[in-house]
T-cell receptor, first 116, second 107 residues
Framework: DSGVTQTPKHLITATGQRVTLRCSPR?????VYWYQQSLDQGLQFLIQ???????AKGNILERFSAQQFPDLHSELNLSSLELGDSALYFCASSLTLGQGNPGELFFGEGSRLTVL | LAKTTQPISMDSYEGQEVNITCSHNNIATNDYITWYQQFPSQGPRFIIQ???TKVTNEVASLFIPADRKSSTLSLPRVSLSDTAVYYC????????FGQGTELSVKP
């Protein structure tokens, strides 16, 4: 158990719909990262938050948005869903030591999104 | 942002030592190097992290030459359960996992 909780574990929805994925980081971790992993693909970096502020951004689609709340949990919102958005979405958290050291990332079990 | 390059795949046999090398030519002065292991449908798991020279823990060693433009993850005496994808990452912030190296351990 990494200490990172992601909900829901599985989600099936239709094209054009909107979903929200939730992530609770490990106690004390200030950074939250979101990754997308499609079938047989590598992990695609979406976005990082640190203590409520966006810190780094990857090739996140405009249809996707995220935020980190004051209690440090984070949500990833995916809208106008397309078939190609079907993937495993991972959240990770870390203490983030700074100065080139990200600390150890702890990953959740992921949320598997299926768009039909 | 340092780009990493790793072999796409490697094969080994149980009991052998496996070395996976990652190239990161434009690593920044402060960047740390971190390696992760991922099994199918699971989130990556931290293996080891280092800044220079050699780091060893209970599962692996990490060798970093003086110029820090590459690093080598060494897995001693691999077993079937080490079959996984291995990623090297550099720095912090926008942490790109890249393609990774798919290690296949055979009996």
């Amino acid at each position: 158990d990494s200490g990172v909780t992601q909900t829901p574990k599985h989600l099936i929805t239709a094209t054009g719909q909107r979903v929200t994925l939730r992530c609770s980081p490990r106690s004390g971790d200030l950074s939250v990262y979101w990754y997308q992993q499609s079938l047989d693909q590598g992990l695609q970096f979406l976005i990082q938050y640190y203590n409520g502020e966006e810190r780094a951004k990857g090739n996140i689609l405009e249809r996707f948005s995220a935020q980190q709340f004051p209690d440090l949990h984070s949500e990833l919102n995916l809208s106008s869903l397309e078939l190609g958005d079907s993937a495993l979405y991972f959240c990770a958290s870390s203490l983030t030591l700074g100065q080139g050291n990200p600390g150890e990332l702890f990953f959740g079990e992921g949320s598997r999104l299926t768009v039909l | 942002l340092a780009k990493t390059t790793q072999p796409i795949s490697m094969d080994s046999y149980e009991g052998q030592e496996v070395n996976i090398t990652c190239s990161h030519n434009n690593i920044a002065t402060n960047d740390y190097i971190t390696w992760y292991q991922q099994f199918p449908s699971q989130g990556p798991r931290f293996i080891i992290q280092g800044y220079k020279t050699k780091v060893t823990n209970e599962v692996a060693s990490l060798f970093i030459p003086a110029d820090r433009k590459s690093s080598t993850l060494s897995l001693p005496r691999v077993s079937l359960s080490d079959t996984a994808v291995y990623y090297c990452l550099v720095g912090e912030g926008k942490l790109i996992f890249g393609q990774g190296t798919e290690l296949s351990v055979k009996p």
